[in-house]
């Protein structure tokens, strides 16, 4: 067994605060688990209790195929044992590693809340480590949220870099876009500044949502939907459905996903 690659870090975790992200992965991924021979999901760092890791096993087995295999890797091998008593082989197991991927193949990883403990120049390194023991076609998706899920952010990457970045938002609760600057994965947090593109990903969709202001009496998916509508005429590449858009989320390829630190 390879040595873990990374550190302990907190374990802070709540359960359903990575709802959206788990949505987005069985509609955006679910096709290349429907396809995969193993469809072998790894949901990386899970925390003090794997309660993320079990929702996610449970969701992706009613949306996608009830066959799907989750493996929660912790480095720290305390919360690897405390995890024990949930396991359900063949379709949920727990094991210590880290970033190498304690040799597994993946389709999909799950990385959320971890690289944003670590300090920015730890990010290309791990998303190289992580996508490089991906299965061939398979994907990583990396990002964070806050404590409760209702603002996150993630970042799709495959073994060629970035692909995409989508900004996901509870609307009933939120007040502007802007406020997603405060939950951007790690590589982009830091170029939330003027002339960098993710700020003027986050500008454009904040003005859009100014600017429809007026929707906010048909509700605030109304609202959403005519903002992330505005950005997409504004010429940015929004590659989700419309027909995503009323959740709350919105996701742009490209550079606006991809200032490789
Ligand atoms: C804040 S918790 C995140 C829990 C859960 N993913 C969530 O979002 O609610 C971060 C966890 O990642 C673990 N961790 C940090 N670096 C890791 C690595 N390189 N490999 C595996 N786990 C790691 C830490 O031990 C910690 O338990």
Redesign the pocket.
């Known amino acids: 067994m390879p040595r ?11 359960p359903n ?2 709802r959206r992200v788990d949505n987005w992965i069985a509609v955006h991924c679910g096709d290349l688990l429907r396809e995969a021979p193993d469809p072998l999901v790894v ?6 209790t794997p ?2 890791t079990v929702e996610l096993r449970a969701r992706l087995a009613t949306a996608v195929r009830p066959d799907v295999r989750v493996v929660g ?4 091998p305390a ?1 690897v044992a405390a995890a024990a008593p949930v396991a359900d082989p063949p379709g949920l197991t727990f094991v210590r ?3 190498e991927l304690a040799g597994l193949r993946p389709v999909v990883v ?9 300090d920015e120049p730890a990010v290309a390194p ?1 998303w190289r480590t992580m996508t490089e023991a991906l299965a061939p076609d398979g994907v990583l998706v990396e990002g964070t ?1 806050d404590e409760l899920g209702r603002l996150a952010s993630w970042v799709l990457l495959d073994h060629a870099g970035p692909r995409s970045l989508t900004l996901a938002a509870k609307l009933s609760t939120l007040d502007t876009p802007a406020r997603l600057a405060e939950r951007l994965p790690k590589a982009l947090i830091h170029h939330n500044v003027p002339g960098e593109r993710v700020h003027a990903f986050i500008d454009a969709l904040s003005g859009g949502w100014r600017d429809a202001a007026p929707y906010a009496t048909f509700g605030p998916r109304q609202r959403w939907l005519r903002a992330v509508a505005a950005v997409r005429e504004a010429g940015w590449p929004v590659l989700d459905r419309p027909a995503r858009w009323p959740v709350g989320e919105g996701t742009v390829g490209g550079a606006a996903g991809a200032p490789a630190p």
């Open positions: 873990p690659v990374g550190a302990t870090t907190r374990g802070t975790t709540n605060r990575l949901d990386l760092g899970y925390g003090e309660v993320t890797l912790e480095i720290d919360r590693g880290g970033f799950r990385a959320f809340n971890v690289l944003r403990q670590y791990a949220c």
